[in-house]
């Protein structure tokens, strides 16, 4: 069965992406097509990035990568759940991409943005992100605004058509998931 990271991208006390990556989850967990597992970033307590060699050579010394590392590395595909802070992403979340490497590549992503924008601009940052990272970004995303998916910019109150959206982006990740998977295991067979 196909394991896919339902990741929380916010860390800020009182932040909305926790009800958000939640209620993404609830809808996941309905489907019978894969494992889901909601991850939160702010469990992992990632410093700014302290690794004094590349991620992408895989040296990891501190126990807070190692751990982060480890959970990464154990799915096949990831939901990003992001918020839109000053056109992109969250620092939290790009700082916790920036610490792996390898266990990101060749596995697919899809995104769930909100914000006053409906995280558009956030989900545009990440792919052009994940695109470096060899993960393959699909096309179905969720955006969810603060003016019509929540009351008071904080109560989250998604419109009717947005579980709709969850699980048409989520037919995608787990359609190009599966693919990317038959590849790693090709290429460990090979080598
Ligand atoms: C630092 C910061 C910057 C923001 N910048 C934007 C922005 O550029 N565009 C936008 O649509 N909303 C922006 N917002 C609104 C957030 O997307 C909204 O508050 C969202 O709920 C933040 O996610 P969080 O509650 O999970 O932290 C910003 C919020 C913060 C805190």
């Known amino acids: 069965m196909l394991r896919i990271a339902i990741i929380v991208g916010s860390t800020r006390p009182g932040r909305n ?9 609830e809808i996941a967990q309905r489907r019978s097509d894969g494992e889901f597992e909601l991850v939160d970033i702010k469990d992992f307590n990632l410093p700014l990035l302290d690794e004094p060699v590349p991620p992408s050579l895989g040296q990891y010394s501190k126990e807070h ?6 959970k990464i590395n154990s799915f096949d595909a990831y939901v990003f759940v992001t918020p839109e802070y000053n056109h992109g992403t969250s620092g939290a979340l790009k700082n916790a991409i920036d610490f792996l490497y390898h266990e990101w590549v060749n596995k697919a992503a899809g995104f769930v943005g909100y914000g006053g924008a409906a995280g558009i601009r956030a989900v545009e940052n990440l792919r052009l992100i994940m695109g470096e990272m060899q993960v393959a970004t699909v096309r179905a995303q969720v955006g969810l605004s603060l003016f019509t998916d929540f009351e008071n910019f904080s109560v989250f109150k998604p419109g009717p058509q947005q ?3 969850v699980n048409a982006m989520l037919d995608q990740v787990i359609a190009w998931g599966g693919a990317l998977k038959t590849l790693r295991e090709k290429r460990a067979y090979e080598s």
């Open 163 to 165: 579980e709709q959206t």
């Open 65 to 70: 990568t190692k751990a982060w590392a480890a």
């Open 17 to 25: 992406g926790e009800a958000v990556a939640k209620w993404v989850y």
